[in-house]
């Protein structure tokens, strides 16, 4: 035998039955999409690395080391598997003069692909849901973005407030930041004895970044490092209290944390996290926040922007800890085909069934004809149906067919072929 091939690893297969719940979470995160009036938007997973690094910033964990980058063997360009959604819709809202007419309110769901170390809820390539905002600057859309991911959890089933936490802080502007900055070198300059490597290195480059370490023996330094929202001014300080008072008056409880900073520098004042401490380390669901430069730091008209990123692993996984996972989709119907029935009217009437929705799963016929009643009824019962049909070939020639209730009761009953039209409403799930 041929030698078998593997995925490559932290690259996941996603295979029945538990890919249904990646569809229940999708058709759930568009029916949500579509009550908020956002648009579907696709975009390529293969950009040009500059958009990332000039995007997400130079200094930043998933420039520096986590970016599937390679050369086209055809013509050299450097490409990169998107490692974040929102560089690549802002390339194509700026390629396209998207908000040439006004705002946008957009949403995606692919995979993004990061190298990092596999583990549970870390993946190389996992899938998020992204929503962006573009071109309003006002703190309700902040709040709004907000206030739906909360929508989601509530609609997935999960306990807001209790399965997921929401965590909040303003990064305030670019100039609040930059004396923020300073201040926060000279502390961690007075602290580098305490430092980890990868901290020093970041002191002059990021030192911001320093912050969101993920070392325990940081977390003293960390603690008592001056904080930037003590840096902000009056325009930034009133944009935070209208999103907050905005969670208040929708029952959202937060917590403010003035250390929570984000993985990429296209951030300013509003950042947040959805957290959870069902999933250990990897605890966070969603992240997002505004980015009122990123347009204009890829070549577009400046413009406002805010968005969020959930990662669908982790909330399948958070989702499946508290059970809320929906139970398995199952067929309405099973088609028992007994020898001597005339197949090609079998598929008719089963035709006549699906065009009125009706789910029905036939049993195929081997080489040698229909597999026996015993194994047929069998694999009925497997498959979860509520009814068989059982096409015998005494009652099809006579154009009847027996409908056997297999999981509620109730009596076998023989219906006339010719109402087929008629059988949706009684086959069907209820709902
Ligand atoms: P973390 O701190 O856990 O590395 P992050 O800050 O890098 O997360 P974001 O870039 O904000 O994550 O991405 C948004 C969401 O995507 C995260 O909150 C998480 O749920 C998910 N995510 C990020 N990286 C991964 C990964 N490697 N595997 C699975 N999910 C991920
Ligand atoms: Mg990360």
Redesign the pocket.
Known sequence: MAEQLKAIKGMNDILPPHSARWEWLEDTVRALMRRYGYQNVRVPIVEPTALFVRGLGEVT??VEKEMYSFEDSLNGDKLTLR??GTAGVVRAINEHSFLYEGGKRLYYIGP?F?H?RPQK????Q?H?VGAEVLGFAGPDVDAETILMSAALWRDLGLAVGDDVRLEINSLGQPEERRAHREALITYLQSHEALLDDEARRRLHTNPLRILDT?NPALQAVVEGAPRLIDFLGEASLAHFDAVKQALDAAGIAYRVNPRLV???DYYNLTVF?WVTERLGS???????GRYDGLIEQLGGKPAPAVGW???M???LLLLEEVGKVPAPVVPDAFAVVLAGTPLPQVLATLEALRAQGVSVLLNPAGKDGPASPKSQFKKADASGARFALVFGPDEFSRGEVAIKPLRDGGEQRLAPLADVAGWGPGLRAAG
Request: aromatic share 6%; hydrophobic share 25%; proline share 3%.
């Open positions: 964990d998933i490692p974040e993004m990061r990092e809820g870390r993946y190389r996992f998020q993920k984000r993985g990429m996290e990897q605890g966070t669901v969603c992240g997002g990123g959930l990662g692993e982790r909330l």
